[in-house]
């Protein structure tokens, strides 16, 4: 900190000092000119009263600190229902999501073993075909070799 800023703030310090003295003052001389006197009785009664009023105000303060963490907790709670209901629903989205995906995959599974089936027939028919040409191909050429 600089000289300026400590100047500044003792300045402030002493003028806060000063005002509480001229406060003090004030309180003194109002309690002299408007003081009460009572006996016992009555101000242990008075003083009573005054611990119960304390008490009320700071009852009160704490009913209304519940109040609002009872509306905060209210708050957080049907917060935490509507991300339960909103996860649920995500759930059930990606199970259904899954299923589509399994009788897809089941399908296509469907679908490869039907085109594998006909590959084989193509390829025994092709087999057979060519079995057949080299047949009539020893059969020609016997029959060309007698000739």
Do not use: C, P, Y
């Not at 119960?52 to 049907?78: F, G, N, S, Y």
């Not at 025994?124 to 020609?140: F, G, P, S, Y």
């Amino acid at each position: 900190m600089d000289s300026d800023s400590k100047g500044e703030r003792w300045s402030g310090a002493m003028t806060n000092l000063s005002e509480m003295s001229s406060n003090l003052e004030s309180l003194q001389k109002l309690l002299l000119t408007k003081a009460v006197f009572v006996d016992d009785d009555t101000f242990s009664k008075a003083s009573l009263a005054a611990d119960q009023a304390r008490t009320i105000k700071l009852l009160d303060q704490r009913v209304h600190t519940l109040e609002r963490e009872l509306d905060a907790a209210i708050t957080a709670a049907a917060r935490a229902r509507s991300e339960k209901r909103q996860a649920e629903a995500s759930q059930k989205a990606a199970e259904l999501r899954a299923l589509e995906v399994t009788k897809e995959l089941e399908n296509t599974t469907k679908v490869f073993e039907l085109h594998m089936e006909e590959l084989r027939a193509k390829q025994e028919e092709i087999t057979k075909r060519d079995n057949d040409i080299k047949l009539l191909e020893a059969i020609i050429q016997t029959l060309g070799g007698k000739e």
